[in-house]
Nanobody, 124 residues
Framework: QVQLVESGGGLVQAGGSLRLSCAAS????????MGWFRQAPGKEREFVAA????????GYADSVKGRFTISRDNAKNTVYLQMNSLEPEDTAVYYC?????????????????WGQGTQVTVTS
């Protein structure tokens, strides 16, 4: 079993920055892709960003491209999401996920394990 714990969420003004972290423990999949999703109130969970295990390949939702950066530290089994130029529309619960596959997919079904989420609130 894999446990994922997110941290770094909080309240920030528009234009500000936050850095989310997600630490994986247990039966970790060092070869698995990792990703971030988010769910705003009343909306479905959506893809934010993902990163492959090796090679540095990343993918982003159009809504965050150029503002968010995903990275990972395989030695620490941790994935990060640096969020800059935050907008009120970024307000959501952010979830990290890990896949048993190497390809950083954009669908929820591409991932096998999920964290509990961390709240990000951006005020105008």
């Amino acid at each position: 079993q894999v446990q994922l714990v997110e941290s770094g969420g909080g309240l920030v003004q528009a234009g500000g920055s936050l850095r989310l972290s997600c630490a994986a423990s247990g039966r970790t999949f060092s070869s698995g892709a990792m990703g971030w999703f988010r769910q705003a109130p009343g909306k479905e969970r959506e893809f934010v960003a993902a990163v492959a295990t090796i090679g540095g390949f990343t993918g982003y939702a159009d809504s965050v491209k150029g503002r968010f950066t995903i990275s990972r530290d395989n030695a620490k089994n941790t994935v990060y999401l640096q969020m800059n130029s935050l907008e009120p529309e970024d307000t959501a619960v952010y979830y990290c996920a890990v896949s048993q596959g190497r390809v950083p997919g954009r669908r929820q079904n591409d991932y096998n394990y999920w964290g509990q989420g961390t709240q990000v609130t951006v005020t105008s």
